[in-house]
């Protein structure tokens, strides 16, 4: 496989990697609607011991957080992460480095944060992290705003899909995160998510190796979306794909523009979405007690292993 270790990509020359097709030169220092150049920026790298059960288990997984989003979400947690360059600036070998540091540390996996904008330079970094003896999976931890296209450039190269499924409801999608075709765009990488990791598989100590989970942040007042959410999820793919039902959205100064959503989420609430998933018979899901929704458990971005 001929691959170019350089830090610009013909992909990025006139930027159309996520749905937004915005055409930014990001290979000329030019910003997308992400907030990034072709300059690959990390915030952390460390072992993270707060995802899925079967991602992080006792040892911690390997969560690689880079700066830039596609989203625009009102309501987002790294919302200083997200917005922009910050962090230190990786070349790809460097970001290759990373990953075998994670791996000496003991982590199960390299858990790759946000990487959408950012994937025909991190799976070169992939690429060299397997020719220099890597051998724990990778993690594709994403947005769900992705174009089956994009995925397609990681087949053979992700192992998981840690996958956001945020909304069925297009409206909200447009107000909330400022991307209206959500939906679709989430439906169609995902499928493509699932063609490439059709079948959950885990090791002795339950940490998976290959699969899907797909996670749905419960918003308030957002029973009804929710819950389309799972049934979407479970009527096309049912057991080969996990749902992870989350409890953790976290009120912040700045969502004062939207009342509605300005409250954590009640314990009816949850109930309600884990009552109608149990209804129909999911027994492949995690869910997580409210008392995550705190900003205690948001990372600190400190460049620590970068």
């Known amino acids: 496989m001929n691959i170019s270790y350089e830090t610009k990509h013909p992909l990025l020359e006139s930027c159309r990697l996520c ?32 995802e899925e059960p079967c991602i992080s288990g006792t040892e911690g997984s390997g969560a690689v957080f880079f700066s830039g989003c596609t989203l625009k979400c009102v309501f987002c947690q790294n919302y200083e992460l997200s917005h922009g360059e910050n962090g230190k600036k990786v070349s790809i070998d460097r970001l290759s480095e990373i990953f075998l540091e994670l ?34 999976p990778y993690v594709i931890n994403c947005s769900g705003y992705e174009t ?14 840690l996958d956001d499924f945020k909304y069925m409801d297009n409206e909200k999608a447009a107000k909330y995160s400022g991307a209206g075709d959500y939906p679709e765009r989430a439906k169609e990488s995902l499928a493509e998510m699932v063609r490439q990791c059709p079948e959950p598989s885990f090791d002795e100590k339950g940490i998976m190796q290959k699969g899907v989970i797909v996670r749905h942040l419960l918003m308030p007042g957002m029973v009804k979306n929710g819950k389309a959410v799972v ?28 009342p509605e959503i300005n409250r954590r989420v009640t314990h009816r609430e949850y109930e309600r979405l884990l009552d109608h998933a149990m209804e129909k018979g999911i027994t492949n899901a995690f869910i997580q007690d409210g008392s995550v929704a705190k900003e205690s458990f948001i990372p600190e971005w400190t460049g620590e292993g970068v």
């Open 148 to 161: 089956r296209e994009l995925i397609k450039e990681l087949d053979g190269l992700a192992d998981i899909y």
């Open 19 to 50: 749905p937004r097709q915005c055409g930014a030169e990001r290979n000329r220092g030019k910003r997308g609607v992400c907030g990034v150049s072709s300059d690959i920026y990390v915030a952390r790298a460390a072992l993270h011991f707060w």
């Open 103 to 136: 791996e000496e540390k003991g982590a199960n996996n390299i858990n790759l944060v946000t990487p959408d904008h950012y994937i025909p330079l991190i799976r070169e970094a992939m690429i060299k992290g397997r020719d220099k003896g890597l051998k724990i």
């Open 231 to 258: 049934d979407y999820v479970y009527d096309t793919y049912g057991d080969n794909v996990y749902l992870s039902i989350m409890h953790q959205f976290t009120p912040f100064e700045r969502l004062e523009k939207y």
